[in-house]
Each structure stands twice: as structure tokens, then as C-alpha cells.
């Protein structure tokens, strides 16, 4: 009788090790993903004048390639957990080069935003997620500078694939560019096999948690299928407060991330830059953008300031810099305007999956990060083509970066009460742990050393909360 292979469990994530090529996997899978989506904005013109359509109307290629690949984020954290990241991940990559492989072809702008626009966007979202959710399992207490460093990848694929996209269009037409585009995405393959699954020991409890819910569940058998949908999506996530707050919070945030990267290229057009000056105004984004993930990540590691407070402080920037940008009129000011934007959203993206584990857990990391960015798909899928409709109603694009900055700041004033109330939270557990500890010494007692692993429970909460 063959043996069976024995499990290695961690009883915490290594921080290291391995980790760092999953790190790798993380950075290159940004590189070309999302650096892809946000450099799609060279492609704006070429669609707008080969179909012949408005600005709202064209924004939708690039919106729904965005929003989808937010919202498959919610069906990729479900399929992370039942077929494994490596087979995501990879899944994912031959959807989005068979995407763009077939969008050289089309004829209609409609068909567009559905090679283009879904299937790619279904691709990438199944390439993002399973990164994510795997360094997050590899690293604990160098999480923020290991997931910034993974996730700087997006913003040097901004910084060096505009330029790249439009030489491309330049040499071989808008078409002709699609099929290089369509050969880096499929380096997904590649990305994913470097996802090697770690077993710790939080996930023996989350199993025998799932095998009890199963039983409980096979004995309703009326709600068994919305039962176990509602498990499989992680949908009572939504019961904790701070995760449902922070989601709205950030589909505000949102609307700022994305208009810039569809409008920024043709917006310095009309400001009458040259095509490769207007594109290189998304690398300046993108290599801002690459160096605050990793700056601010590794900054955020020595715990000189709650999270949260930098979160605020980085989102008014954002807001702030955007709605400053129309007042640019100048090229080195619209760089100095786009540097800002870009540092930013580094520094705001960087600290997205850090609070996702401290709300959530590590063991439902997955399940939070697809339900994170998949409603956020909403801001995407509907902030650019408003704003392009703005742009054909007043001829200009000076709304429509007034609208990206306001929702920026909504989300600001959000997250400043989030993080009052979190502060006070913590101000009075700190102070109920104090009395604790004064009455422990007063009178010591049985009970108390027997409640030991209680304090200490208590202790790793308010240490948990501190830090953010």
C-alpha cells in the first residue's frame, strides 16, 4: 500500500522564502495586465476615427475592459478556491490573447467591446486576483512591502507600454498592434506557474469549519444551492462593517483612477501636444505610480503612522490633483500634475490588499479580494463614458476632471470618519485592556492565569487594530 505524502503546514507565512518569486509572479502579472488596461488609452483616437463614434461612446471599449476585469475579480476569488491559483491564473491568459487576437478583426465598435472590452476584461481580472490573494498568503509581517512591490509592476507597465503602444500603431496600424499586445498577455502562462500553493495551519481549522457548515447545510436542503453559492462567494463578508464601508469608500475612489487613463492621451491632444507627448504623459502616471507602490510600501512597514491616516492623506492628493489638472496648460505643469496623480494612486493601491487581510482574515483573503474589486467594476464600467459624455457636451475635458477629483474627495471624507472611528475603538480597548491589567495586579487569581489565552486574544485584536 503506497503512502500517502505527508502535507507540510506553516503555522505562520514564511515572509520570505518562495514568497519572493510569487512577489515576482505578482509584479510581472500587473506589468502586463493592468499596465495593458491603463495604457489602453492610446488606442482612444485610432477607435474614435475607424468607427466613426463620439468620446462617450468610444470610452466604452476601454471602460468595459476595466469594469470586467474588476468584476471577474468576485468569480476568480471563487474559482482560486476550488481549482487552485496556477489554473486560474493561466485560464485567464488565453482568454485575454484570444480577446485581443480577435478584436484585429472586427468591424464594429460593438464587436469591439466585446473582444476587447469582455472577454479581455474576463482574462485579466482571472489573471490579477490569484496573485494578489497568494502573496497575502506567503507574508505577514512584510505584507505592505511585498504586495507593493508586486503590484508597482502595474505602473511600470504604464510607464513603458504607452509609448511602446503607440510605436506599435505607428508601424503597423492600431490593428497590426493588437497581435504584439495579444503575445505579452500570453506570458500569463508562464506568470502563473511560478504560484506555488502553500498549506498553512489556518487552513486545517477553515476546513473543518467548511465540512461543519456542509453538514449543517445538507440538512436545509431547501436554501442548499443559494447556501452554498452564498459560501463559495464569500458573501458574509459583507457582515463586517469596516469591509462593506471600505468598499464603498473605494468605488468612489475609483472613478479617479479611471478616467485619467482613458481621457489623459486625448485630452493633451487637444491640448495640442504632439501623440507621443500626450502618450507619455501616461508614463509619467505609470512611473509615478511604480515608485510610490514600492516607496510607500516599504515606508508603511515601519509603523510610524496609523494606515488608514496615510489612506486620507494620499486620496485628498489624488482628488485635489485632478481636479488641478485642467488649470495645466503648460506641458511641464501637466507633468507635474501627472507625477501627483500617479504617486497618488501608488500609494493608495499599495495599502488595498493590507486592509483587506486585517478586516478579513488571510483565510478569506480571496474571497475579499474578488469581492473588493468586483464591485468596484461598478466606477469603472460607468466613470469614463460619463465623462466622455461630459466632453461632447461641453467640447472640452474640464468637467469631466472636475467630476474624477469630487468623487476622489468623497471618498476621502469617508475614510477620515472611518478612521475616527476606528481610532476611538482602539482608544478604548487600549484603555479596558489598562484596567485589566491593574486589577490583574491588585488581586491575581485563578481564573486570571487560567484566562490567559484570552488576554493574549485580546492583545493580538487591539495590536491588530493599531495597525491601520
Not at 476622489?408 to 484596567?435: I, P, W, Y
Request: proline share 3%.
Amino acid at each position: 500500500m503506497a503512502n500517502k505524502k505527508a502535507v507540510n503546514y506553516y503555522s505562520e507565512a514564511p515572509d520570505g522564502g518562495w514568497g519572493w518569486l510569487v512577489v515576482l509572479s505578482s509584479f510581472l502579472s500587473n506589468a502586463f495586465m493592468v499596465g495593458t488596461i491603463k495604457s489602453f488609452g492610446v488606442y482612444f483616437p485610432y477607435l474614435q476615427e475607424a468607427f466613426g463614434q463620439d468620446a462617450a461612446s468610444t470610452a466604452w471599449v476601454s471602460s468595459i475592459m476595466g469594469a470586467v476585469s474588476l468584476f471577474g475579480c468576485l468569480p476568480a476569488g471563487a474559482l482560486c478556491n476550488v481549482f487552485g491559483c496556477r489554473a486560474v491564473v493561466m485560464t485567464g491568459s488565453l482568454l485575454a490573447t484570444t480577446g485581443l487576437l480577435s478584436s484585429m478583426f472586427v468591424t464594429s465598435l460593438a464587436v469591439m467591446n466585446l473582444t476587447a472590452g469582455f472577454i479581455t476584461g474576463v482574462g485579466m481580472s482571472f489573471m490579477y486576483t490569484p496573485c494578489i490573494t497568494t502573496v497575502g498568503r506567503y507574508f505577514k509581517r512584510r505584507l505592505a512591502l511585498a504586495n507593493g512591490i508586486g503590484i508597482s509592476g502595474s505602473g511600470l507597465g504604464a510607464f513603458a507600454l504607452p509609448p511602446v503602444f503607440q510605436l506599435l500603431v505607428d508601424n503597423y496600424g492600431w490593428r497590426g498592434s493588437l497581435f504584439v499586445v495579444a503575445g505579452v498577455t500570453l506570458q500569463g502562462c508562464v506568470i502563473g506557474a511560478l504560484l506555488r500553493p502553500i498549506n498553512l495551519k489556518a487552513d486545517t481549522q477553515e476546513k473543518k469549519n467548511t465540512h461543519l457548515a456542509d453538514v449543517q447545510s445538507s440538512r436545509k436542503t431547501n436554501h442548499g444551492l443559494i447556501a452554498r453559492l452564498y459560501d463559495v462567494l464569500g458573501l458574509s463578508l459583507f457582515k463586517m462593517p469596516y469591509f462593506t464601508i471600505f468598499n464603498i469608500i473605494m468605488m468612489f475612489l475609483v472613478v479617479g483612477f479611471g478616467i485619467p487613463f482613458v481621457h489623459l492621451v486625448k485630452h493633451a491632444r487637444n491640448m495640442g501636444l504632439e501623440p507621443q507627448q500626450a502618450a507619455f504623459l501616461s508614463s509619467v502616471v505609470g512611473i509615478a505610480d511604480c515608485v510610490a507602490r514600492i516607496g510607500y510600501g516599504w515606508f508603511s512597514n515601519l509603523n510610524l503612522y496609523a494606515l488608514l491616516r496615510g489612506f486620507v492623506l494620499c486620496s485628498l492628493c489624488l482628488g485635489l490633483s485632478l481636479m488641478f489638472l485642467p488649470f495645466a496648460q503648460t506641458y511641464p505643469s501637466m507633468v507635474v500634475c501627472c507625477l501627483f496623480i500617479g504617486a497618488s494612486m501608488g500609494c493608495l493601491s499599495t495599502m488595498t490588499a493590507v486592509f483587506l487581510a486585517e478586516f478579513c482574515g488571510v483565510k478569506r483573503l480571496a474571497s475579499a479580494v474578488g469581492i473588493a474589486f468586483g464591485v468596484r467594476g461598478f466606477s469603472m464600467l460607468f466613470g469614463p463614458p460619463l465623462a466622455g459624455y461630459l466632453y461632447d457636451v461641453t467640447g472640452n475635458y474640464n468637467v469631466s476632471f472636475y467630476f474624477a477629483g469630487g468623487a476622489v474627495l468623497c471618498s476621502t471624507f469617508m475614510a477620515s470618519a472611518l478612521e475616527a472611528h476606528r481610532t476611538r475603538n482602539v482608544q478604548r480597548q487600549n484603555f479596558d485592556k489598562l484596567g485589566l491589567e491593574n486589577a490583574s495586579r491588585k488581586s491575581p487569581s485563578k481564573d486570571m492565569v487560567e484566562d490567559k489565552d484570552a488576554d493574549d486574544s485580546k492583545y493580538c485584536l487591539i495590536i491588530r487594530e493599531t495597525s491601520v
